[in-house]
Structure formats: structure tokens, C-alpha cells
């Protein structure tokens, strides 16, 4: 199957899950698709039947809100039965609002923001004292990076040359309240981690070609941990959420939901011509 | 009854665990020690440890976080920081990505209690215990001397889970020779006695209470001591049977008054044993006296002298409070 088409498997999923009772967090799981899809369908050396094989690549998606997202790829991917996301949020069901580490696929748990960067550069230290050439890629949201903790291992990566070590920010420039810019100004962000010492490259987070051929270069600089920043949106999919605030939290009722899958079920058949 | 000198063989917790953590280094490489500009390794023969000692600098998130990803990558990290840091400003890495990982983190967090002395409440953990206490998965331990930082680093080699080991700063005198061993999670009898027992933990706090039962032997009252060096898991069975029949109970911590050693053994004893309790360590307040740990200790009353009052009074009067004699004006000093 082709990566554009698991792409719009998991958007139908992530809609799917934000109809149930407890809904989810529906923009930024929209906007991660392409990244996570690049990334489980392409990039990562990693086997649904051996999720445990030490040489695995690892990854972390520290921007925990985008759950859904995840667990949509991860059982895509053939970590667990697709009809078992039917189950989110729902009592006696594994797949809790963020990511745990009960959902075979899920390396760490996230939900708090800032962690991921910090438990990224412990697994590539770890790899690199092993002498395995594994690679750990993190993902990252934007809002996120307003955490201080996020800087504190950005310094540490760049210090300790941990160029097996990738991370993704998801760059939908929305955070809850509006604009990241309105909030804490993330700009220049591309500026900012090349001087904390990273490769930085940017990226259309919606180009599935462009994600594979950037993701799968490790380390794009020797000696270099790298910092890729995709520019997505938030809601992709959905013209009626996208780039929209309140998209970041959505309980879809019965005929948001199916006017969310008529307008993907359209978005598909245009692909296909 | 402070002690001003420190006699030869006195040593401190900290460098025992970090003379034997080189040692061990030396032969497993599973072990990694990620230190954040301590100081404490500074003229170390680091050699044993090779590219598995890093200096992470001063940034206790990312100190934590990298110590949760090597374990979880396979590696023993032994995280070196101070207390406070560890347990507060940390905090929610150690609960989020150490503790409900469940993960092989060692954390060994000097400068405990008071040990930073003149320094002041940025760099007290007066809080540490009741905050590592309420975590699931952590093992809690509070090492009595030097030679017990290194057994206790020894005997938590294989523990599965995470590690918060307390390390003071200053050196401390070593427990009598013929204490019994070391073992991790048993409470430690030190002296013997039918009358009351007193519970302690850290060096201070254990020799306070081996002084005070020494005090007490010589007027004919017999005070059991209790070294309950592993705060997590409780050796409640112990606690029970020494305060069986309501037997009364003192305890002695450095560390606020609420949520640590004190509180464990109320907890424990209210629902197993019941009987009176008087819990002695930092009054609810920050500290505002100048000085070093063991004059800190004697300034609020963390001391032997304030374990052989409240024992007395337990054993003679019916009334129900206890604690620092400057908390309770009913009862007079010795």
C-alpha cells in the first residue's frame, strides 16, 4: 500500500476517535499524519512482529497530545489490530488519552510536554556507548517547545555530538490559545537550534517524498544531532478545523463526523485521479 | 549535644558511594554515572569509568530525562545531584519518566536534610523523603553512615526498579561496629530495650538515637533503636512488633516534620500497632539561623537531647502531643 494512502487510513482513524464519548485531540494529530507516516512506513528499521529487537530504531512522540494520531499509525503499522482503536479512551481499552507504554509500538509514555527531548538523548547516548547504530527520532510539537526543559537537551545533544539523534518538531504554528507567535515567539526557530549546534533542515510536513528523503538521512552533518522542522497544519484534512485553534480539542457529533469522512472519502478519490 | 570535631574515621556518605561506584564502573559496563557539575567526582581517577562518566552540566531536567532514556536503552545510570534538586526541582521527570517507567535510575542525592548547612533553604531537602515516599515504584533509602552508602549502593546493583538514595555532604562517624548488617528494607535494630523505641534514619538522626538510648539505659528506662534506613518499602512488620503492647514510639528525621520518617511510622502504627507517637525533625518552618548541620540540628532541636525528653515524657505523662521541646511548652528541657 502507498503511503499516501495509509495517510488517509489514519486521518478516517484520528476522525474516527474524536466521535467517540470523550473525543480527542484532533488538530494536532492531523497535522503529525504525513511525519509519522514518513517515518513507520519508510524510515524506521522497526518489526510489529519484534517490537523489543534491541537493534531497533526508536521513537518518541513527546507532543503526547497527538495520541490518537499515533495509535491510528502504530496499528496501521500491524502493532495491533486496527479494530481495536474503535476502543479509545474507553474503559478496559489500552489506548488511554496519552501515549502509554501498555500499546505495543509505544516506546515511553508522554502527555507532559518538554520530556521527550531529554529520554531521546539518554536512548541515543545509550546506543552510541553500546555501539549500536540504531537511530532514536523524536517528535516534537511546537507549543512544546516553549518548555525550558526542551532547551536544556538541545543543549546536551549539540554538547555530546549525538548525530544518531533526530528531532521533528510538528510546526502548525497553533497552540491552544492561538498563534505560537502570540503567545511565546517561537521565531526564528530554525535560527535558534543551528545556533544551539544543531543540523537544521526544513520541510513541507504535509510532502510525504520530502519527509522520507529527510528522515532517512542520518545525521545530515557528521557530529550534529538534527532538527528537522516540518511546516504542517493544524486539522489537516478537515477545511473547516484547519489552522483553527479550537481544533486542538474536538468532540465530533454524528454529523460533523460524517461530513469529516465524506470531505477525506473526497480528498482520496482526488488523489487517486 | 552537637560534636564539633570530626574524628579520623569519620566519613562521608558521597564520596563512599562515589569510591565504590568507579569500583563497580570498572568491571560493568551496563553502568553509567551522569553527574551535574557536583564537583564530588573533581580529582577522581575516572579512568574506570571511561565514556560512561558524563558531566551534564547544571540542568537537572535533562540530567533526569537522559538518565530515564539510558535505562531504558539498557544501561544502570547513577545520576549524581543534590537533594533538592532531584526531588523538587525534577520532581516531575523523576515521577513521569523514572518512576512510572519503573525504570533503573539511581539517584544519588547528597547535600540531604540539613548537610548543606550555612548555605540555606535553596540548598536544604527537608521535603525530599515525604516527596520520593509518595511515589509508586522508587525505593527509598537513607544510608546512616558511609559504609551503609556502599552497601546500599551494593545490595540495589540488580533492583529492577528506580533508586532515590539520600547521601548527606559532611563526613559523619560510622555506626558501632557491632551493629548488625546492612540489609535493604529491614529495619536495623541498633540497641535493645522493652520500655520504648526510637526510630531514626541518617546519620545524625541514628546517632541521636543510639546517644539518647545510651542516656536513657543509665537512668533505667530501656529504649529499643530502629535504624530504618529503607523509608520505601517500610519495613512495617519491624515497626509493628517493636511497638507492640503500645509501646511508645520517637521518632527522629532531618527532614520537616510532615510526610517523612515520622509520618511513615504514624501511618504504620495506626493501622498496626496502635500506640502514642512523638515525631521529632525541622519544624514547619524555612531555616532562618545561620550555621553548619550540626548546628542547625541542636538550633531546632533535632537532637539526642530532645529524643531523651520526649521518651520521659511518653512514658510518664498521658498527654498526646509530642515533638520539638519549642513546640510544646509543657515540656521542659533537660
Same mark, same amino acid.
Given at each position: ?273 | ?19 565504590? &561506584? ?47 532514556? &539510558? ?197 504504620? &502504627? ?41 521518651? &520521659? ?22
Amino acid at each position: 500500500m502507498e503511503l499516501l494512502e495509509r495517510a488517509h487510513r489514519i486521518r478516517e482513524h484520528i476522525v474516527d476517535m474524536c466521535a467517540g464519548e470523550e473525543g480527542g485531540h484532533l488538530g494536532g494529530s492531523m497535522s503529525l499524519v504525513e511525519i509519522l507516516v514518513a517515518l513507520y512506513f519508510a524510515v524506521l528499521r522497526v518489526d510489529p512482529r519484534a517490537p523489543d529487537d534491541p537493534g531497533r530504531d526508536l521513537l518518541l512522540l513527546s507532543k503526547g497530545h497527538g495520541a490518537i494520531g499515533l495509535y491510528a499509525t502504530l496499528a496501521e503499522r500491524g502493532f495491533f489490530p486496527v479494530e481495536e482503536l474503535a476502543g479509545y479512551a474507553t474503559p478496559g481499552s489500552r489506548l488511554m488519552g496519552h501515549p502509554v507504554r501498555a500499546v505495543p509500538g509505544v516506546e515511553l509514555p508522554s502527555g507532559s510536554l518538554g520530556h521527550g527531548l531529554a529520554l531521546a538523548n539518554g536512548l541515543a547516548l545509550g546506543a552510541r556507548l553500546d555501539g549500536l547504530d540504531r537511530r532514536c527520532y523524536v517528535v516534537l510539537g511546537d507549543g512544546e517547545l516553549q518548555e525550558g526543559s526542551v532547551w536544556e537537551a538541545a543543549m546536551a545533544a549539540a554538547s555530546l555530538g549525538l548525530e544518531r539523534l533526530v528531532a521533528v518538531v510538528d510546526r502548525n504554528g497553533l497552540q491552544i490559545t492561538g498563534p505560537t507567535e502570540r503567545a511565546i515567539a517561537l521565531e526564528p526557530l530554525a535560527g535558534r537550534w543551528a545556533a544551539f549546534g544543531w543540523a537544521v533542515r526544513e520541510v513541507d510536513g504535509h510532502d510525504l517524498a520530502a519527509l522520507v528523503d529527510l528522515l532517512g538521512r542520518v545525521p545530515a552533518e557528521p557530529g550534529r544531532p538534527t532538527m528537522v522542522i516540518a511546516h504542517t497544519v493544524k486539522g489537516k484534512g478537515l477545511p473547516f478545523v484547519e489552522g483553527r485553534p479550537h481544533s486542538h480539542y474536538a468532540r465530533l457529533g454524528e454529523r460533523q463526523h460524517q461530513r469529516a469522512l465524506a470531505v477525506l472519502a473526497a480528498q482520496r478519490r482526488r488523489a487517486a485521479t | 549535644m552537637s560534636r564539633a570535631a570530626h574524628p579520623a574515621q569519620d566519613r562521608s556518605a558521597r564520596e563512599a558511594y562515589r569510591d565504590l &561506584l568507579l569500583e563497580l564502573m570498572a568491571g560493568d559496563p551496563r553502568l553509567c554515572c551522569l553527574d551535574s557539575d557536583t564537583g564530588l567526582f573533581n580529582g577522581a581517577d575516572l579512568s574506570p569509568a571511561g565514556d560512561r562518566y558524563v558531566n551534564l552540566g547544571i540542568a537537572e531536567h535533562n540530567l533526569l530525562g537522559m538518565a530515564a532514556g &539510558l535505562a531504558a536503552a539498557g544501561k544502570l545510570p547513577y545520576v549524581n545531584t543534590m537533594a533538592t534538586f532531584a526531588t523538587t526541582r525534577a520532581l516531575e521527570v523523576l515521577k513521569v519518566d523514572i518512576a512510572y517507567n519503573n525504570l533503573p535510575v539511581r539517584i544519588a542525592a547528597t547535600h540531604g536534610g540539613l548537610a548543606a548547612g550555612h548555605l540555606g533553604p535553596t540548598h536544604h531537602a527537608l521535603e525530599d523523603l515525604a516527596v520520593t515516599r509518595a511515589l509508586p515504584n522508587l525505593t527509598v533509602v537513607v544510608p546512616a553512615d558511609a559504609a551503609q552508602a556502599a552497601e546500599a549502593v551494593r545490595q540495589t546493583l540488580e533492583l529492577p526498579g528506580p533508586l532515590y538514595l539520600r547521601l548527606g555532604r559532611n563526613p559523619t562517624p560510622p555506626l558501632d561496629a557491632a551493629a548488625p548488617p546492612f540489609r535493604l528494607g529491614a529495619a536495623q535494630r541498633l540497641r535493645d530495650g522493652d520500655d520504648l523505641v526510637i526510630v531514626a534514619c541518617g546519620p545524625h538522626p541514628v546517632l541521636a538515637a543510639t546517644q539518647a538510648s545510651d542516656t536513657l539505659a543509665a537512668m533505667g528506662v530501656g529504649a529499643a533503636v530502629l535504624n530504618l534506613h529503607t523509608l520505601k518499602p517500610l519495613d512495617t512488620a519491624a515497626l509493628a512488633a517493636a511497638a507492640a503492647g503500645g509501646r511508645p514510639v520517637v521518632t527522629v528525621e532531618e527532614h520537616w516534620r510532615s510526610g517523612g520518617l515520622g509520618s511513615a511510622v504514624a501511618e504504620t &502504627l495506626a493501622e498496626l500497632a496502635p500506640t502514642r507517637v512523638a515525631r521529632i525533625g525541622m519544624p514547619d518552618r524555612f531555616v532562618d539561623e545561620v550555621g553548619g548541620q550540626e548546628h542547625l540540628l541542636d538550633h531546632y532541636e533535632i537532637n539526642d537531647v530532645t529524643v531523651v525528653a520526649n521518651a &520521659l515524657r511518653l512514658l510518664s505523662e498521658p498527654d498526646p502531643s509530642g515533638g520539638n521541646l519549642s513546640e510544646h511548652a509543657a515540656v521542659p528541657g533537660v
